[in-house]
């Protein structure tokens, strides 16, 4: 490869992760609690992707998408977005169009394509009664898959204006009755065998 394709790859990819900085800025202007949740999960799911052997570009659409994976919430009412109390059931009606709002925006573009169908599903369930589309199992992507675990436990981990965080122990009770279920048994049995290792994990927010 000659030094001016070198050169024009390595521009591409500055602008490349120019425009995901841009997403990820552009949607924490509009919702405080973005920020360290989206870098908590992207952080998390790119550890248990390497320890599952995911490498290369997997690993790497894997880690952005989970940068990303609230992208669609640009689209949701500032009122419902920021609310303090518990959503009604109409709100959450609004919360589950981001799946779909955050693939609209990502795979307009040729670049991101990969990353906009891991967004796309990363709120479906592995028992099919998950959304946008309520597929199920190993029909939804791997990258999905990891990120809904991360996205779980980063939430019930955390403090909310109408809860408080759970304990580790009770946030890995709720993992694990959910196997099966919400998450990918295999994922959900990595965890379970790697129990300071996710302690870790999750400390590190702390």
């Known amino acids: 490869m000659s030094i001016r394709e070198l050169l024009f790859r390595s521009i591409e990819k500055e602008m490349y992760h120019d425009i995901i ?8 202007a509009k919702d405080f609690y973005t920020k360290g949740h989206s870098e908590r999960v992207a952080f998390m799911s790119h550890e248990i992707s390497k320890e599952l052997g995911i490498k290369g570009r997997e690993l ?3 880690h952005i998408a ?7 919430k640009i689209g949701v009412p500032d009122i419902i977005l920021n609310k303090k109390d518990e959503l009604l059931p109409h709100e959450w009606e609004y919360i589950k169009m981001h799946p ?12 991101l394509k990969s990353i906009s169908r891991i967004v796309y599903y990363h709120h479906e369930r592995w028992d099919g009664k998950g959304y946008p589309s309520g597929i199920a199992s190993t029909s939804i ?11 779980s436990i980063d939430a019930m981990t955390s403090n909310r204006p ?5 304990s580790f122990e009770e946030c890995i009770k709720e993992v694990l009755l959910n196997k099966g279920l919400m998450f990918d048994p295999v994922i959900v049995e990595y965890i379970q ?4 290792f996710m302690r870790e994990l999750i400390s590190i927010k702390n």
């Open 193 to 196: 065998d790697n129990l300071q």
């Open 141 to 151: 992507p791997l990258g999905s898959r990891i990120i809904a675990v991360c996205d």
């Open 162 to 166: 109408y809860r408080d965080a759970m």
């Open 100 to 111: 779909k709002i955050g693939f609209d925006i990502l795979s307009k573009s040729k670049k």
């Open 60 to 62: 790497e659409n894997i």
């Open 21 to 28: 900085e841009s997403l990820i800025t552009a949607l924490e």
């Open 66 to 72: 989970a940068h990303l994976h609230d992208i669609g």
